[in-house]
């Protein structure tokens, strides 16, 4: 497959040559610095054999026994090139827009989507005195080549890990019998290799080996996407250092981290989900398959808590007066992709005496499916690391261990809507999938200007502000959303990352399972509430398709290239920095009803019993769509599979746009015969339809209508449903405000009403569209549109007023789109 990168074009290059060498792991060593708004410092580079996928997989319908996915082989590489490209694609007159996130949705850190603004020039990335000539020596010298972007390199060394004694107990390498060069590539190697069991000396040995003295400056260059690395004279893979240096910082501007103030003032910083994921705060390897481990030391001011994707919850170090350091590490191998770094004056928000609501306390638990459920074999299929899956306790551990941060001035809110909904949640997960994939959980309130509702990491999930209303609905949904991703998106993901909707198709399908499940909910009522939802989503989806391109429509737009990369491992994001994008919720939706159409056609209890089965065969390794299916089918019986089969549910539901002939079906039925709640609001609608079209002056003694009382997702799908009303007159508004107190309802409920006010015009409530811009910042992109749309000078004025006094708060990719619609 070669891989030709045209700038008009909107895909995302993953550059690194995976085939022939992989990072192992890394080191972080870093200074934060809130002046100059950069990271500063080193991390050195652990390398083991390319890699190389082979699709190894038995029949799964008895014994349900696979091996596994990945099969890492070595591979003496020829002569390594930078992808085939167009001479034009680094030209340093070329540039990409920035995409804006919708607010609507979330992100896992697992993918990257999106857009970035790389105006600037290769040479913007500093390199070496020895600069790589990769034209007259590519041909020579075999290049590493790893994802780079926004950062400036200062040197690029070899390390000498020989020089660090005692390593001989865990190494065969023999100094008397190898050249130097020869004897720390087998020092590294044996390294990469020790037993899950000796992770502790494993990370030991890579920490005395990070600082270790260098043992040669290596050649590098750089261009718009990446930086080649080099030493003279090295022409394979085989050969080239197994460690190996980079001193670097970051940049203000650059696209992986968000240097910002959070809602008490101070000065914080954090990842955000960029489209371009973590390249802008570190050399690595994007692609997913470069699966790797991972330390960090990092260094902050002492008023500031660093928080990190790890295992530990880290305790810092004084190191000086006023200066603390803080130390994580990750034993499981995850794309580089999921590190996740936050650092802030954020305060660990502890519970009150005696919460107000207790959401399980009333009722019995039900009895959880048995441990033997969780438990299919005795050996895992991944690469070997220290697996919660085999530990008995972590199997029957129902509520991780978990913490919440948040700027001091939304202490009260995480109080009263966030802290007593996490065991409940965390509970329903482990009820549903078994053993939660990380050992511990901490929970960050990010600052106002992130771009959606929430985001998962191994081991943090970040959240907006707008989930912390005094309703606990959306907070609930949100957090069960971003913990189904510890499952799907994190201890499994897509081996593509185009197949987005094997992370977020799955969490969506799973928040409302989990939060049923979480409730309590008799089987009746759940279901009801399920059902519900399914509307919600329908109506939003319908939406989605009428707004957007066809081709941006496939949930497998790669069809039969699916998973293909080129000799080296490099590859493109098919879309990934298209500006619509990340606007975009059909993987979302598509995905979660092809899911909840399986389930339905299957049954319930056969679906679920599956995908426990499944989580525990592919937990630690990248999937493929086809491979989800397989073991699926092959797990039901051939006449009790209703006709589906792996061709066409792909060519129904993966590889076609629009809505699948079997969803479109599913849901005239479902109009026919809807539940009791989305009937209800069919009720109420049909009254505001009848006192919409009264005449505005009323007979004295004339009754208004009665309204029944409506839950959030009833009060959504009441303004859905109400949006597709030609006229509302202003009085019919201001009773519909009055009736279901909507400026205090949670931001879904609140960003629904907003449209109607900016559709309908009505003056009165501006003053709440206004509040919600500057305060849901993660859902009011779309509403800066409409404003603009209805061509109205009034409601032009209050976007550019909006966007006036918060632009310089936003993050870049919002900041730039909104000016897209506004000027």
């Known amino acids: 497959m070669d891989i030709k990168l045209d700038p008009s074009r909107d895909d995302l290059p993953l550059m690194a040559n995976t085939s022939h060498i992989l990072v192992k792991h890394y080191i972080l060593d870093l200074d934060v610095d809130f002046g100059s708004r950069v990271f500063e410092g080193t991390i050195v580079l652990f390398f083991g054999d390319g890699n190389q996928f082979k699709k190894q997989m038995s029949s799964t319908q008895e014994t349900f026994q696979m091996e596994s996915e990945e099969a890492y082989t070595f591979r003496t590489a020829e002569p390594c090139h930078v992808p085939e490209m167009d001479a034009s694609t680094f030209s340093p007159k070329m540039g990409y827009r920035e995409s804006a996130?919708?607010?609507?949705?979330?992100?896992?850190?697992?993918?990257?989507?999106?857009?970035?603004?790389?105006?600037?020039?290769?040479?913007?990335?500093?390199?070496?005195?020895?600069?790589?000539?990769?034209?007259?020596?590519?041909?020579?010298?075999?290049?590493?080549?790893?994802?780079?972007?926004?950062?400036?390199?200062?040197?690029?060394?070899?390390?000498?890990?020989a020089s660090v004694p005692g390593l001989e107990r865990f190494t065969k390498a023999s100094k008397l019998a190898a050249t130097p060069e020869k004897l720390r590539r087998?020092?590294?190697?044996?390294?990469?290799?020790?037993?899950?069991?000796?992770?502790?000396?494993?990370?030991?040995?890579?920490?005395?080996?990070?600082?270790?003295?260098?043992?040669?400056?290596?050649?590098?260059?750089?261009?718009?996407?990446?930086?080649?690395?080099?030493?003279?004279?090295?022409?394979?893979?085989?050969?080239?250092?197994?460690?190996?240096?980079?001193?670097?910082?970051?940049?203000?501007?650059?696209?992986?981290?968000?240097?910002?103030?959070?809602?008490?003032?101070?000065?914080?910083?954090?990842?955000?989900?960029?489209?371009?994921?973590?390249r802008a705060l570190f050399p690595c390897q994007e692609p997913p398959v470069a699966m790797s481990t991972w330390?960090?030391?990092?260094?902050?001011?002492?008023?500031?808590?660093?928080?990190?994707?790890?295992?530990?919850?880290?305790?810092?170090?004084?190191?000086?007066?006023?200066?603390?350091?803080?130390?994580?590490?990750?034993?499981?191998?995850?794309?580089?992709?999921?590190?996740?770094?936050?650092?802030?004056?954020?305060?660990?928000?502890?519970?009150?005496?005696?919460?107000?609501?207790?959401?399980?306390?009333?009722?019995?638990r039900p009895t959880p499916p048995l441990e033997a459920d969780f438990r299919y074999a005795d050996t895992c299929s991944h690469e070997e690391y220290p697996c919660r899956f085999q530990k008995a306790s972590a199997a029957t551990q129902e509520i991780i261990p978990h913490r919440v941060f948040a700027p001091v001035c939304l202490e009260g809110a995480c109080q009263e809507t966030l802290l007593w909904l996490i065991p409940p949640c965390l509970s329903a997960a482990h009820s549903i999938l078994g053993t939660h994939p990380f050992s511990r959980l901490d929970i960050l309130i990010v600052p106002a200007n992130f771009p959606s509702l929430g985001m998962a990491s191994p081991h943090i999930i970040f959240l907006s502000q707008s989930t912390l209303t005094s309703m606990s609905h959306l907070c609930g949904t949100r957090l069960c959303h971003e913990i189904a991703h510890a499952w799907f998106g994190l201890v499994i993901g897509a081996r593509d990352w185009t197949e987005e909707w094997l992370s977020e198709g799955f969490a969506t399908h799973l928040e409302d399972i989990f939060w049923a499940e979480a409730q309590q909910l008799p089987p009746h009522e759940a279901l009801e509430q399920q059902e519900l939802r399914a509307c919600l989503h329908w109506h939003r989806l319908q939406d989605e398709l009428r707004n957007s391109p066809e081709e941006m429509q496939v949930l497998r737009p790669n069809r039969e290239e699916t998973g293909h990369v080129s000799a080296s491992g490099a590859s493109?994001?098919?879309?990934?920095?298209?500006?619509?994008?990340?606007?975009?919720?059909?993987?979302?939706?598509?995905?979660?009803?092809?899911?909840?159409?399986?389930?339905?056609?299957?049954?319930?209890?056969?679906?679920?019993?599956?995908?426990?089965?499944?989580?525990?065969?592919?937990?630690?390794?990248?999937i493929l769509s086809q491979e989800f299916l397989q073991m699926l089918l092959e797990s039901i019986p051939e006449d009790k599979r209703f006709g589906l089969t792996i061709e066409n549910i792909t060519h129904d539901w993966l590889e076609c746009s629009g809505i699948p002939k079997a969803l479109q079906e599913e849901r005239q039925a479902e109009d026919c015969a809807r539940s009791g709640l989305a009937r209800q609001v069919g009720c109420e609608v049909a009254k505001w339809i009848r006192v919409n079209r009264r005449p505005r002056k009323r007979k004295r003694g004339k009754r208004e209508a009665a309204f029944e009382k409506l839950s959030a997702d009833q009060l959504v799908l009441l303004l859905d449903c109400l949006l597709e009303q030609t006229t509302l007159s202003p009085q019919t508004l201001h009773c519909l405000q009055q009736t279901y107190h909507l400026q205090e309802q949670d931001a879904e409920v609140r960003h629904r009403w907003c449209e109607l006010v900016i559709k309908h015009k009505y003056t009165d409530a501006y003053e709440q569209v206004e509040r919600f811009l500057q305060e849901d910042r993660a859902m009011g992109i779309y509403l800066y549109g409409e404003l603009m749309v209805n061509e109205d000078a009034r409601q032009q004025q209050l976007a550019h007023k909006c966007f006036e006094l918060v632009k310089e708060h936003m993050d870049r990719a919002s900041a730039q789109v909104v000016t897209e619609m506004l000027f």
Request: glycine share 8%; charged share 25%.
């Open 572 to 622: 493109v994001v098919k879309h990934g920095l298209n500006p619509e994008k990340g606007f975009m919720q059909v993987h979302y939706l598509k995905g979660y009803f092809l899911l909840r159409f399986l389930a339905r056609t299957l049954g319930e209890e056969t679906y679920f019993s599956f995908l426990r089965k499944f989580v525990h065969l592919f937990h630690g390794q990248l």
């Open 101 to 161: 996130v919708c607010g609507k949705g979330d992100q896992d850190a697992f993918g990257g989507d999106g857009n970035h603004d790389n105006q600037e020039h290769d040479s913007e990335i500093s390199s070496s005195k020895y600069r790589c000539e990769t034209g007259n020596h590519g041909k020579e010298d075999f290049l590493l080549v790893l994802d780079c972007c926004d950062l400036s390199v200062i040197k690029v060394e070899e390390v000498d890990v």
């Open 186 to 278: 087998e020092i590294v190697r044996d390294l990469v290799a020790l037993p899950a069991d000796g992770w502790r000396e494993q990370l030991d040995c890579y920490t005395r080996c990070s600082k270790a003295p260098g043992c040669g400056e290596l050649l590098f260059d750089t261009d718009n996407w990446s930086i080649q690395i080099r030493k003279m004279g090295v022409q394979t893979a085989a050969d080239f250092p197994r460690a190996i240096r980079i001193q670097y910082k970051t940049k203000p501007e650059g696209q992986s981290v968000t240097w910002t103030s959070d809602q008490s003032g101070r000065p914080c910083v954090y990842t955000m989900g960029s489209p371009i994921n973590n």
């Open 295 to 364: 330390q960090a030391t990092v260094r902050a001011a002492a008023s500031s808590v660093v928080l990190m994707s790890g295992e530990d919850s880290a305790k810092p170090t004084l190191l000086h007066e006023g200066y603390m350091s803080w130390y994580y590490y990750v034993t499981m191998p995850m794309p580089a992709s999921t590190f996740t770094i936050a650092v802030g004056c954020w305060k660990e928000i502890k519970p009150r005496t005696s919460p107000s609501i207790d959401l399980v306390a009333e009722r019995p």
